[in-house]
């Protein structure tokens, strides 16, 4: 295995750079395993369950739907992981930057798992915890806004999957200012302008901060709005 990974893109950088050893491979190559594993156990533990249940005819047609969609869902999850772990296997002659996976499919490898998750745990919550009868105004007006609050939680763990997959953490590590200024000078430097908030390193990072910082004020918001 590790004479595969050495014709890698990333290997022929990290021998440029910085070398590696066997062991500091076997690191990076158990970390995988286990997680490619621990996947593919999980995914069993869906799918199986869910082939046999769509065979009950005491599960309604809503819920099998939604079984279905589970597995197709961790199917999904287990292709984009593949296809984010691929573009981090191709080369790229004319970058001078570290090999890494794409930002873009990292985010969306993290974002089909929270939905997934999020799916799932809305699912068993209503079989487990089923609403006995109508919501007061109050209550319907709070559980959108903690709706609104967990979409932008989801929103911010979609931004750190950008500063993850651009290594952006590394270009301000002081704070609450980067460097010394409040807002950096090279915040939008690339052409067209919607590239900086997924490829700008900068630009990713404030957001991250903006956006982590933002949804702190939204949870104690809905935290006051919550007490009696």
Known sequence: EFDKYKASPQWKYQVVHSGMTLNE???????EWG???LGRVIGACVVFPTLVLLTRPWISNNLKLRLAGFSSLVVFQGFLGWYMVKSGLED????TDIPRVSQYRLA???????????TMFKTSMEILLPVQHSLSPAL?????WSGGVAGFAFLTALSGAFVAGLDAGLVYNSFPKFADRW????????????KNFFENTTTVQFDHRLLGHSLLVAICAVWVMSRP
């Not at 807002?183 to 919607?194: A, E, K, Q, R, T």
């Open 25 to 31: 491979f076997k690191f990076i190559w158990y970390m």
């Open 35 to 37: 997680h490619r594993h």
């Open 92 to 95: 790229n002659p004319e970058s």
């Open 108 to 118: 969306s490898h993290l974002g089909s798992a929270f939905l997934l998750y999020l």
């Open 140 to 144: 319907q007006n709070l559980r959108r």
């Open 183 to 194: 807002i950096p000078s090279d915040l939008i430097v690339f052409s067209p302008y919607w």
